[in-house]
């Protein structure tokens, strides 16, 4: 099962775009990316997924390389309220959870 | 669509003890995957229920069990409860398995052992 490295944490001003990197260089082929997100001791929140093309919802958007080694969640306009840990997540047989990404958005 | 449940949502036990844990996923949906969340350990993965067979486990002591019932939901067990226990205990559901479906997650059933 494919993990995942992201920074452990970083900062975006509010209405700014947040750009959160993970890396997922033994993704296999056929294994998806997931994005999800918690808020404070709440149960994770699913964001978005992808497999080799880029994807868009009313949320977000995912970019993945070419190689699909890495990928960058985009939230465009950021607020307060998008203050979470993010996780990047390669769906395997067993979901393997990294420490993910401790975003803080600031007014 | 109703989200997924989990009941009791806050739990008190002693050391020693046993607990039942229970989820009922969004309906429709027929996987059930267990997770525990500690501030040390991050969130790990204990095991998935599809269509009331175990399809996988991830490395915890035999003390961790769980069942999933004909109505998709799902019950976990911890048995001779340790300190260590002590966590957030999250149950997702997603209408198929093998890695391709989406996991929505439950708010987390929230154990402290004394």
């Known amino acids: 099962d494919a993990k995942t490295t992201q920074p452990p944490s970083m900062d975006c001003a509010e209405g700014r775009a947040a750009n959160l990197p993970c890396n997922h260089s033994?993704?296999?082929?056929?294994?998806?990316v997931y994005w999800y997100r918690q808020i404070h001791s709440q149960g994770p929140q699913y964001i978005i997924h992808?497999?080799?093309n880029n994807e868009t919802n009313e949320m977000a958007s995912l970019i993945i390389t070419e190689d699909r080694k890495s990928s960058t969640l985009i939230l465009p306009h950021a607020t307060l309220r998008d203050t979470a840990v993010y996780y990047c997540?390669?769906?395997?047989?067993?979901?393997?959870f990294g420490p993910g990404t401790s975003l803080s958005v600031i007014p | 669509k109703a989200g997924v449940t989990q009941t009791p949502r806050y739990l008190i036990k002693t050391r020693g003890q046993q607990v039942t844990l229970s989820c009922s996923p969004i309906?429709?949906?027929?996987?059930v995957s267990w997770y525990q969340q500690t501030p040390g350990q991050g969130l790990q993965f204990l095991f998935e229920?599809?269509?009331?067979?175990q399809r996988n486990k991830g490395n915890f002591p035999g003390r961790f069990s769980g069942r999933q019932f004909s109505n998709s939901r799902s019950e976990m067990n911890v048995s001779t409860l340790e300190l260590g226990d002590s966590a957030l205990y999250l149950c997702?559901?997603?209408w198929g398995t093998g890695g391709r479906e989406t996991q929505y997650f439950g708010p987390g059933t929230r154990l402290l052992v004394l």
């Open positions: 997702a559901s997603s």
């Open positions: 309906s429709g949906h027929r996987s």
């Open positions: 997540i390669v769906m395997g047989d067993k979901v393997i």
């Open positions: 992808g497999l080799k």
């Open positions: 229920y599809f269509s009331e067979t």
């Open positions: 033994t993704i296999s082929g056929n294994e998806y």
